[in-house]
């Protein structure tokens, strides 16, 4: 989540000032290659709404990946937008940066000058308004008899990273191991790469992960050995679980496809994203923006440089709000998948419109799409289950259950119209008649004709399923009623 976010607030500033959203694949790591991260990335992307401008066409998709051959590729002129297609390129400003002398071709067998600057420990002294991790991302050395070109780290060296969220930041005698820039594959390392592809695409804003703080002198002194202007670097803090500790699965669901299968909107995941770590500013006291509106907006002097919490209840709040916001015909739109994904058939036409007509009735009582299922399974499968065990309480037993059932049955097969108010009417009788509590009896002509307690309004569902279905069921249950065990 904490990468989507980071994506989100690129997006968002390209939107703002008018620039462009570039979507790079950097997969020149081949050894932690995942497969299919590709597809998720482009698809997750393309479902929140976070269209990039640029990025891998699909003549370049299909030649790192050949399942891709269904996936639209994007535009662009600045290309490929797919590392691993860019090799000749890294090589040679590798070859470049060997010609000024600050990086040399390094073989760990042979190279004792390597070795030696090996010995000299890993290590960051940065100072800065917030504190920054010292860990720095190193590359293992190559393989005995590969022939990999390193960066020379320049002693006693001070570097300053103007951070568009921090602040200043400055590294004091940098004392690091001489990084990989090239392995011996003939692969660049990510100090290589994101440099070269930064130049090249003519980034102006780099928005990356706090943990990357720690390695950006590195990159940094690879822009002025080849006198390039680097980009503006912001770098957003961590998003945590409500634990304060990093995100993971132990705290629900963390990658964009689970929200998805769970039935959050992305409209609301986005929103909700974007407030993670970063406020609209003074004066502003809404939480609910559109995509528009937060374009608008958005600048990173309103990011905060501590770390974000990712609290699910207020994600389940404002889906919530989305979800109610909807038009009803929209919102039976996105809730079918679920409903087929349960095995509920919602596929003819009227199958369709009663969809539509209920959801109004349950809009008030679900927070995500995946929980309109099991309200509205009394409806759209057959046969369905009754938890008769339901009916029984300290007002009902099996004989006034019966009574119940007949009664109800009785005054609602004697309606000339069957509509709402003419339903609550001959419900309303039948408790009058019984004297019985109003409660007792309408839960029990709830789990006869729907199997639960919790469904949308009584009224609503028995106008949903119809008069020769309503009372089909009261006499199935009636007769299950009286058929069962004391």
């Not at 600045?78 to 297609?85: A, D, F, N, R, V």
């Not at 920054?132 to 050395?141: I, R």
């Not at 959801?359 to 938890?387: G, N, Y």
């Not at 008649?433 to 469904?455: D, H, N, Q, W, Y």
Request: aromatic share 6%; charged share 30%.
């Amino acid at each position: 989540m904490g990468g989507v976010r980071t994506a989100l607030f690129a997006y968002l500033l390209a939107k703002k000032h008018g620039g462009k959203f570039l979507l790079r694949v950097e997969d020149t790591d081949q050894q932690r290659l995942v497969p299919g991260a590709i597809r998720a990335i482009v698809e997750d992307l393309r479902w929140l709404g976070v269209d990039p401008d640029e990025g891998p066409s699909a003549e370049e998709l299909r030649k790192v990946d050949p399942t891709l051959t269904d996936l639209k590729g994007f535009s662009g002129s600045k290309g490929p937008y797919i590392q691993s297609l860019r090799l000749e390129r890294y090589r040679e400003v590798a070859d470049e940066l060997v010609r000024l002398g600050v990086a040399y071709k390094s073989d760990t067998a042979a190279d004792s000058s390597w070795m030696e600057r090996k010995k000299k420990p890993v290590a960051l002294a940065a100072t800065s308004d917030d504190d920054a991790d010292e860990s720095v991302h190193q590359e293992d050395e190559p393989e005995a008899g590969s022939s990999a070109i390193r960066l020379r780290i320049p002693r006693n060296a001070d570097v300053t990273l103007k951070d568009a969220i921090r602040g200043n930041v400055t590294w004091h005698s940098l004392s690091l191991n001489d990084p990989v820039l090239l392995k011996g594959d003939g692969f660049p390392t990510y100090h290589l790469a994101v440099v070269v592809d930064d130049h090249d695409m003519q980034i102006s804003h780099v928005l990356r992960g706090e943990e990357w703080i720690p390695s950006t002198p590195i990159h940094l002194l690879i822009y002025k050995a080849l006198g390039w202007e680097p980009p503006i670097f912001a770098h957003p803090a961590s998003v945590l679980g409500e634990d304060g500790k990093k995100l993971s699965k132990r705290h629900g669901a963390t990658n964009v496809s689970s929200f998805r299968e769970s039935g959050y909107l992305p409209e609301a995941l986005l929103n909700f994203l974007c407030l993670i770590g970063w406020a609209p500013g003074e004066g502003e006291t809404r939480e609910i923006f559109t995509k528009a509106e937060l374009s608008k907006l958005f600048s990173l002097e309103h990011v905060n440089s501590a770390a974000g919490i990712f609290a699910y209840d207020k994600l389940n709040w404002m889906n919530a709000q989305y979800l109610r916001a909807l038009p009803d015909a929209e919102l039976a739109r996105r809730i079918r998948p679920f409903l087929q994904r349960d095995g509920l058939k919602v596929e003819t036409e009227s199958e369709q419109k009663l969809l539509e007509y209920i959801v109004p009735h349950i809009k008030e009582r679900i927070e995500r799409l995946d929980q309109a299922a099991p309200l509205l399974e009394f409806l759209f499968k057959e046969p369905f289950e009754r938890d008769l065990s339901q009916m029984f309480s300290k007002h009902v037993d099996k004989e006034k259950a019966v009574r119940i059932l007949d009664k109800g049955g009785e005054k609602l097969q004697s309606l000339a119209n069957f509509t709402g108010p003419e339903v609550d009417s001959a419900l309303r009788a039948a408790v009058e008649e019984l004297g019985l509590p109003m409660g007792a009896i309408f839960s029990t002509v709830r789990i006869a004709v729907t199997g639960k307690k919790i469904t949308p309004p009584l009224i609503e569902s028995i106008l949903a399923l119809g008069p020769e279905v309503t009372l089909r069921r009261l006499k199935e249950a009636r007769s299950l009623v009286e058929a069962a065990p004391l």
